[in-house]
Structures are given as C-alpha cells and as structure tokens.
C-alpha cells in the first residue's frame, strides 16, 4: 500500500457540495498516440473527457459475445449470483459483475490490446480492471442510471486515491438516442464536486439498483450543463466508449421496445490501487471493487470470431 495518507477529494462529509479543480492529469502518457489512436484524438479526450471508436469490433465478434451473452442470462447460478443486481422492484438483470474473473471470454476480452492498450497509453502504465459488469437496459422497462462521477463512489466506497482510472464501454445493440444511451457532460472531467451525505453500511446493495448516496446535487449538475452542454453517445453494435473516470454521465430509462446491452470494463493504473483510509466505510465486496489481485494484465491482440 502507498505511504500518502492526504485524501486529496473529500467527500460525503460535510453539509453541502463543494467543487475544486482536478488535481490529476486526464492524459498521463507523453508517448506518441499508438493505433488506432491519432494525436488529435487524444487531445480530444483530454478536453472532453470521453471518446468514441465506432465500430471497433465486428459484427463476427459481436455475435459471439451476443451468444455468451444469452446463454450467462439463461444460467440459474448466475441469475442466483451475489454478483447479477436485478432491477428495482423487477425480476429483469440490470448487471452481472466481475465477467473479466467469472468468464473466460469477457476474461479475453478484458486484456484485448483494442481496449486494454489504449486504456494503458492513456493512463500512462500498467493497468488491472478495477471492475466489470455486463450493463443491461431490457426494452420497455429498462431502468435509468442517475447522473453520478464515477471516481467519487470509487474514491468514497472502494478508496481509489487519484484520478487515474477510465471506463471503456462495448455497445453489443445499437444505442440510438430513444433507449437510454449513455450521456456525458463534456469537460465535467475537470472539476471534483463532493456529495452530501454519509455512505451508509453496505450501500452498494442498494445504490447498484437506484443510487441516492454520491449523486451531485443539482444546482451543480444546472453550472455544468449550462458551462459544458450534454453529449448523447450512440452508435452500432461493435463500437467503443472511452471515458475518464471523473466525467458527470448517466442515462435515462429505456420504454422503446429495444433493448440496450453493454460490456464495461473499468481500467486502473496500477500506481493507483486502492486504499483503505479514503473509505467513508466498509469496503465494497471485491467482485465490485478489486481488492487482492493488481497484477497487471496481459496484454495481447486477441480475435473473437
């Protein structure tokens, strides 16, 4: 564990929100971009704080993790699991976590040098998956993920002391504008805004459903949008979203009859891992938050269909 004991982003400790500037960089790597990325597109991401490569995986590809995907839901252990979280108040899977552990695919895919080598040119070094999940948004009743900084519930609920981890999102069904894309705050990136409230004892039981604890307040979410606009992300099957760890996103609930399904892996450097005196309280279990293994991953040039 790292010697530093200064939690440089407080959070859910006092009354009211409060904002600072980002104490991190976004782009951590002074190397030439490597393929498929381009000088401009990483400027691009340190200013806005996300990235889209559309398309990045083909339609091959995509029908085999569709097929993985189909037969995981169809599975009793996993409908059983600790690790799938239904829907509040519905019986349909919202996420199945910890896939790059529990499926030798996903596991596959976690490492792939198309995500893994461009998550570890941007965060500067080695990097393990802090987290994973299958994200499910079913047609019709597909519920909403409330606008939240993902670095602030892994800062305040797992202890991740920096800014120094990102997301990448593989969209298996077209993500148009009418079943709950992802939306991101552009250039929200730069600034840490604290929640009010204290994090209650195992929280992730019921945040993972619906969170109400370390969602922004909404005199900042107005500052933000009127400052920096709202992006929707859509796209084909087969395409990849890169996002920092601190971007303001969220989504709204799908009631078209099209279902969204997503892979997500989240990266962290591995100078970054997670600390215990930044826990506002008990840990996350690790199937959410990797807490033992921090080797860093194996990257390689993998082929799916």
Known sequence: MHAETIDLYPTRHTGKPEWQDRMDPVIHSSD?????LSPEMVEDFGEKGYMVLPELYNTAEVAVFRAEIDRIRTDPSVRSSEKTICEPGSESVRSVFAIHRDNTLFSR??????????????????????????????GFTGKEFYWHSDFETWHAEDGMPRMRALSCSILLTRNDVSNGPLMLIPGSHRHFISCVGKTPENHYRESLKKQEYGV?????????????????????????????????????????????????????????????????????????????????????REQFD
């Open 32 to 36: 030439p971009p490597i393929p498929p």
């Open 109 to 138: 895919v976690a490492r792939d040098k198309r995500i893994a080598g461009i998550a570890r040119y941007l965060l500067g070094g080695d990097v393990y998956i802090h987290q994973s999940r299958l994200n499910f948004k079913p």
């Open 216 to 300: 922004p307040d909404h005199k900042s979410l107005v500052d933000l949008s009127d400052r920096y606009g709202i992006d929707t992300v859509t796209g084909p099957p087969g395409t990849a979203v890169f996002f920092d760890c601190n971007i303001m996103h969220g989504s709204n609930s799908n009631i078209t009859p099209l279902p969204r399904v997503n892979l997500f892996y989240v990266f962290n450097q591995t100078g970054n891992i997670v600390e215990d005196f930044l826990l506002t309280r008990h840990p996350r279990p690790d199937f959410i938050a990797e807490r033992t293994n921090f080797a860093p991953l194996d990257i390689q």
